[in-house]
């Protein structure tokens, strides 16, 4: 498709204006990616700081409930628990990326408690959905993009995505359940 454009522009003497398009989509990129670089180490900072500060322990506590009946492999106070956790926390404020390297750390804190290291088990495969469809109460990284890309209110997508992201939460954990038994 490349090779075809530049024919293409060449073809139709447009060659000036696809090499503005190339470096003006490539100058807009490097600035995406430096002001979501920096909304996502501020975020990962944070959550580093609120894991050491024992944050994770009362956010453990206060999801055991929950956490309980849908990773019922892991004891409460163990290091996979914690780092689900802390995965939740980064998806309910919407960090998208920086939720990632939480992400797996926990299934690698998961795994280390797995019977059969080759295949993950039950909790392994619900923590997957939970992830996957994680519920945002703050949509950060999409109210960034917003912003960026000159949006006057950048978080009226809220209600939008919290009523999509806990619909599919909500089938996923039922589709899940159901492929258990």
Request: proline share 4%; aromatic share 4%.
């Amino acid at each position: 498709m490349i090779i075809l454009s530049i024919i293409c522009a060449i073809v139709t003497d447009n060659m000036g204006k696809v090499s503005s398009a190339i470096l003006g989509g490539a100058t807009d990129a490097i600035q995406l990616l430096i002001s979501m670089a920096g909304m996502m180490s501020l975020w990962t900072g944070l959550m580093k700081i609120a894991e050491l500060g024992g944050l994770t322990a009362i956010l453990a506590k206060f999801f055991k409930p929950i956490l309980k009946r849908l990773f019922p492999d892991y004891p409460e106070d163990s290091p996979a628990i914690k780092a689900i956790c802390m995965n939740i926390t980064a998806n309910l404020l919407g960090l998208g990326n920086a939720a990632t390297p939480m992400g797996i750390k926990a299934m690698k804190e998961m795994n280390k408690l797995n019977k059969d290291k080759s295949v993950a088990n039950n909790s392994m495969i619900m923590f997957i959905i939970f992830n996957t469809s994680s519920i945002q109460l703050i949509p950060t990284m999409m109210s960034v993009l917003r912003q960026k890309h000159g949006s006057i209110s950048p978080f009226d997508v809220i209600p939008a995505i919290l009523l999509t992201s806990l619909c599919s939460l909500i089938i996923g954990i039922i589709a899940t359940k159901i492929s258990e038994k």
